[in-house]
């Protein structure tokens, strides 16, 4: 995958290389495992396996591990239209327990989108298609392109 602006301006070739030049700096994400497995306008797919590392004194999975694989599916959704956008207000619901060794999948979608401002809403399910919990996110553009920066990344190597 390309991540310059393809010449078409397709706006699935957009979102896939914005999605591209994200990641290569998303240490964060990679670091917790998380993988990135589908792209669209306004939409994103990422998985994470919960690891031992990542339980609570509970023995399930820390919340936080949670939000934050919803909150990068969320960034993922939100920057497919090669603008800076980063989160303004997010809120999660957790409804079931997740044990080690669950993958989780994160379906983020955007609900709207007009000027600045975005509502993204963010499904988490267990391997058995449980939901297990449910996160919106409120963004907000800031300035400058992602593609414009990994061009500007690419030139610097």
């Not at 999975?61 to 497919?80: E, K, P």
């Not at 999948?105 to 955007?110: I, R, S």
Request: glycine residues 8%; charged residues 20%.
């Amino acid at each position: 995958m390309d991540a310059s602006v393809p010449g078409d301006n397709n706006a699935q070739a957009v979102a896939e290389a914005c999605a591209k030049a994200m990641w290569l700096d998303d240490h964060a994400s990679k670091g917790l495992g998380m993988s990135l497995q589908r792209v669209a306008p306004g939409e994103a797919v990422l998985t994470m396996t919960v690891r031992k590392d990542m339980t609570n004194g509970h023995g399930i999975c820390h919340g936080g591990f949670i939000f934050t694989l919803a909150d990068s599916t969320f960034a993922f959704a939100c920057n497919t239209y090669d603008q800076r956008t980063v989160a303004q207000q997010c809120a999660v619901t957790f409804l079931q327990p997740v044990r080690e060794g669950e993958t989780l999948t994160a379906h983020a979608v955007e609900r709207n989108r007009a000027g600045r401002g975005g509502i993204y809403d963010v499904t988490v399910r267990d391997s058995s298609n449980t939901v297990v919990a449910e996160f919106r996110g409120h963004s907000r553009t800031i300035s400058g392109r992602l593609l414009e920066a990994d061009s500007h990344q690419q030139d610097n190597k």
